[in-house]
């Protein structure tokens, strides 16, 4: 964790932030390695402190040594407003993009006349690009989705609600060493695939249908994220062809995987793939996302983010092709960014893919 701190100390730096306030937990767990579901980190260039309330007092010895901790008894604001004075602190930034705007204007009426300042997407920039452990766990996440794909094909056939399907999925997971799914499973077969977060319902499977899967657990804090859409039986021409489709677009944004690209430069390549087969009105999300103590973070894969690819970002490549009443292909997989090219983390199978 010290690198992690040295990096947004540097960045403090750089921008002119004298002590930053974190509370969004992810951003909290990538500095400190602090795991409650509550609490607030207070940085500047000397100190590193640990703010919890009585839960966690134990937890946060235990989990973050080096850290002060110091107890909230009334609130964070609270406290603050005590000990930042023996800490130097003049002007504080926090993280607009997660506080409400009862808790920064909570802060500004207890630390006044200190300054408090919102900044946006400050400490989730550091943690676009993953070091060697977070790797790590991420490959591990990314290999319990691909057994649990296998262990679910089997499982598939006709008269099986999509609910069934995700209860055995996530039990599945859970068994073999996830915590927990990284959120609610999608099962959407037949018409119900044109909707790209068709979660689980009670429809019931039939012989001739396609049915898109998509989910991913969590290990260690991070998170899979996987797409497969099979077939029950025989795939017809049109679902062979959409299939197709979706595939080669998918291959084409992997294949324009690389640091120093920009990540709307993979959206695109996907794009003129499904516009050249004629389905590009039907594909109307981003191509993919960044993926880590998050499912969904920065960057994203869309036309409009400028963000230029860098060795160590992992992210999805999860093109869609949706029509209403018909049904929908997404196909969906992890890569990590690599000064050459990308190196896939999930596996499973996508070729061609009939189930019963």
């Known amino acids: 964790m010290s690198g992690r701190l040295a990096r947004l100390r540097q960045k403090m730096a750089d921008e002119g932030v004298e002590s930053l306030l ?3 937990p992810e951003n909290r767990r990538y500095l400190s390695g602090f795991t409650g579901s509550a609490g ?7 100190n590193a402190c640990l703010l919890v309330d009585f839960r966690y007092v134990e937890q946060a010895h235990q989990e973050c ?3 002060a901790i110091y107890e909230i008894k009334e609130s964070t604001a609270d406290l603050l407003a005590e000990i930042s004075p023996a800490l130097g602190i003049s002007s504080l930034a926090c993280e607009g993009d997660y ?3 009862q808790q920064y204007r909570s802060l500004q009426d207890k630390l006044s006349p200190l300054r408090v300042e919102p900044v946006y997407g400050f400490v989730e920039g550091l943690r676009m690009t993953k070091d060697d452990q977070e790797v790590e766990y991420l490959r591990r996440a990314a290999e319990l989705a691909d ?4 262990y679910i094909l089997a499982f598939l056939r006709p008269g099986v609600r999509e609910l069934d399907v995700s209860l055995e999925l996530e039990f599945f997971l859970r068994k073999k060493g996830a915590r927990k799914t990284s959120f609610d499973i999608i099962v959407a077969s037949g018409y119900r695939g044109a909707m790209p977060h068709g979660t689980a319902s009670e429809k019931i499977l ?3 249908e396609m049915v898109t899967i998509d989910y991913g657990c969590e290990f260690q804090g991070y998170y899979s994220d996987i797409t497969r859409t099979v077939c029950l039986g025989r795939p017809r021409e049109e679902q062979e062809k959409i299939y197709a489709a979706v595939l080669e677009a998918q291959a084409a944004g992997i294949a324009t995987l690389r640091a120093g690209v920009k990540a709307g430069a993979v959206d695109q390549a996907v794009r003129e793939v499904i516009a050249r087969h004629g389905y590009l009105g039907n594909f109307r999300h981003s191509t993919g996302h960044g993926v880590g103590l998050s499912v969904h973070e920065a960057p994203r894969l869309s036309m409009k983010d400028e963000t230029v690819l860098q060795e160590g970002m992992v992210v999805t490549v999860e093109p869609g092709i949706y029509l209403p009443g018909w049904g929908g292909v997404r196909i969906e997989d992890m890569a990590l960014v690599k000064e ?3 190196l896939l983390l999930t596996h499973a199978p996508k070729e061609k893919l009939i189930a019963c």
């Open 147 to 150: 057994l649990a794909f296998s």
């Open 22 to 24: 974190v509370m969004q």
């Open 206 to 208: 039939q012989h001739g």
């Open 99 to 101: 506080l409400t705007l």
């Open 340 to 342: 050459t090219g990308s």
């Open 40 to 46: 607030a980190l207070l940085i500047n260039q000397q």
């Open 65 to 67: 040594p080096g850290w």
